[in-house]
């Protein structure tokens, strides 16, 4: 790992030469929805580990920014359950260096925060939808929300402060694979971003290989002549990107379990507790909590993120396609 000084900002390159430009926020471990793919318990839903407040968790954000990072996201567990969200996003956005401010939600409490989320400096937003059927909205979710996470999703639209509204869905196998060409439709005629994200065996996801559904199999599914666009600079991630004639909407895969995309991968992810972890598949994280709790400067906090990026292990080797047995909690690192 080194730290390159150029005329700009430091940048945060790790061991394999990946620079880190890109900070996922994990608000907290509660969710207000009980998706069976992410989290399939029927344990009461309290917080999993105790929370940073937005002063803690803004420490760690300053000391990311001065290494580099530009763009940070807020996920969890669901993000806009958490108290002070508004001021966090406001904060972050006074963070120099900080140009963009994400969030992914699952879209229920979306509309009623968009304004307030948007005045304080949001400038991207992912919405969650796996179905455009009300009842097996419910039946996927737990919750009787179909109307409002799609009023959510209308506002973002038309709120008209995000370049382009994404929608994330998780495919499955006899859950919601016969929908998949509607859903493209959908998005396309609404100028949506719609990425179809493989579904990844996390922890507690009930994932099998018969409920996988590969991006090759969702592509013929769709059967549209979808033309590659090529994202550029920040946009760049894990998804590949489709346009539909010269509409606007995209349709974009994110394929974790069948294409290694860790070449490119720019991401670090917070969680709400102060744990720094390297990559979603690798065990290996370094804890900052305990130096927030006792007030270390932006600059010691650096220091032990340069350290643990340095760390053999902590960031996964760029052509390391195996399948680890350690599964993430996505609700505690936020997918
Ligand atoms: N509650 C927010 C939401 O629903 O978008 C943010 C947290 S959620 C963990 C972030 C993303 O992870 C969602 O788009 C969700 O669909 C995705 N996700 C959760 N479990 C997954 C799994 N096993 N495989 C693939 N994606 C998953």
Request: glycine content about 10%; hydrophobic content about 40%.
């Amino acid at each position: 790992m080194m730290i390159r000084r150029n005329e700009g900002p430091r940048a945060l390159i790790d061991s394999f030469g990946r620079a880190i430009t890109y900070l996922r926020v994990s608000l907290t471990d509660k969710c207000n929805m009980k998706c069976g793919y992410c989290y399939a318990s029927t344990a009461r839903d309290t917080a999993i580990t105790p929370e940073l407040d937005n002063k803690g968790l803004l420490t760690p954000i300053r000391a990311f920014a001065s290494l580099g990072v530009n763009k940070v996201r807020f996920t969890g567990g669901e993000p806009l359950l958490r108290r002070g969200i508004v001021e966090l996003v406001a904060h972050t956005r006074e963070i120099a260096g900080i140009s963009i401010i994400g969030v992914t939600t699952n879209g229920l409490l979306a509309e009623r925060n968009l304004a307030r989320l948007i005045d304080a400096g949001l400038n991207r937003i992912n919405i969650s939808l796996d179905t455009l059927n009300r009842h097996r909205f419910k039946a996927i979710t737990g919750v009787d929300g179909f109307d409002r996470v799609g009023a959510g999703i209308e506002a973002a639209v038309s709120s008209g402060a995000f370049s382009q509204v994404k929608v994330n869905t998780v495919v499955m196998r006899g859950i919601n694979d016969d929908e998949l060409r509607a859903l493209a439709e959908w998005a396309i005629g609404r100028g949506i971003d719609i990425r179809f994200i493989e579904f990844m065996p996390t922890e507690k996801s009930g994932w099998s290989r018969e409920r996988f559904v590969g991006e090759v199999e969702m592509r013929s599914k769709i059967g549209l002549e979808l033309i590659p666009v090529s994202e550029e600079g920040n946009s760049r991630g894990p998804a590949t990107t489709y346009k539909y004639k010269d509409l606007p909407g995209r349709v974009s895969f994110i394929s974790a379990v069948s294409c290694s995309f860790c070449d490119n991968c720019n991401r670090l992810r917070l969680t709400s507790k102060g744990e720094v972890i390297g990559c979603l598949f690798q065990e290996d994280k370094m804890d900052l909590g305990q130096m927030i709790h006792k007030g270390a400067s932006i600059g010691e906090i650096s220091q032990r993120i340069v350290e643990a990026v340095a760390r053999p292990g902590f960031r996964r080797q760029p052509d390391d396609v195996s399948i680890t047995s350690y599964k993430p909690l996505m609700k505690a690192v936020g997918g």
